[in-house]
């Protein structure tokens, strides 16, 4: 049963317009959520966070708004860029046992086309 | 970059023969995990430690052991390989137990294929 979900499996967009990726999420007991970025062949980097008391962070061009009401959470790429290519990774964090964990969703690939 | 290096980087394998997977840092970090990136599936923990010989289950265990006699390695051993255990396997360490985008690396990754 996922507790973290990336019901789209891909998205393309044009350079220069908007990207956004959706997440959603079923445990309200995550505290936070992150976003990876991967390109083929080579390890998950860390792209942008936010906490659970927040609702919206923004670092350059990416943005991620929280709706915890919701259990929704997006990613905000503008204006995109054809180096955003990749596979992203919406991540949430939980702490079980004492020790925390983050469990991951499926992934979207983001194609942004020249 | 973080300094994380798995090894091997590509191997193919046979159905029933053990395979064991290095991680290797040089960043003195105390927590380390290993994932498990499929299809359809995202990354799973397989395993994680925290601390030399100390080390615990993660949400997909089975069929795998891990091993941590040195703060900079940490191994995943499958014991008898499986075609379900066909992967991509990713090393991630941590300096805190509390993991946020700063606090967590990946290492580039391991492609096995078990035939």
């Known amino acids: 049963d996922q507790q973290v979900k990336q019901n789209s499996p891909s998205l393309s967009v044009q350079e220069g317009r908007i990207s956004i990726l959706n997440c959603d999420y079923t445990n309200s007991m995550f505290d936070y959520f992150l976003w990876y970025k991967k390109y083929p062949a080579e390890g998950p980097t860390f792209l942008i966070s936010i906490s659970s008391i927040k609702d919206k962070n923004e670092d350059g061009r990416f943005t991620v708004f929280l709706n915890k009401s919701a259990k929704h959470l997006s990613l905000h790429i503008v204006p995109s860029q054809p180096g955003d290519s990749a596979v992203y990774f919406c991540?949430?964090?939980?702490?079980?046992?004492?020790?925390?964990?983050?469990?991951f969703g499926k992934g979207m690939k983001l194609t942004v086309n020249p | 970059d973080a300094g994380i290096t798995q090894s091997p980087r590509h191997k193919v394998t046979e159905t029933g023969t053990p395979v064991t997977l290095r991680c290797h840092q040089t960043e003195n970090h105390r927590y380390m995990y290993w994932y498990r990136q499929d299809p359809g599936h995202g990354l799973r923990l397989i395993h994680y430690s925290y601390g030399v010989k100390d080390t615990d289950k993660g949400e997909v265990s089975d069929g795998y052991s891990v091993s941590r006699s040195k703060t900079e390695d940490f191994l995943l051993t499958l014991e008898s390989a499986t075609s379900s255990q066909t992967s991509v396997y990713f090393c991630a360490i941590s300096e805190s137990m509390r993991l946020s985008g700063n606090t967590i690396y990946f290492g580039e990754g391991s492609w096995l294929t078990v035939v």
């Open positions: 991540a949430a964090r939980a702490t079980q046992g004492g020790s925390e964990k983050l469990v």
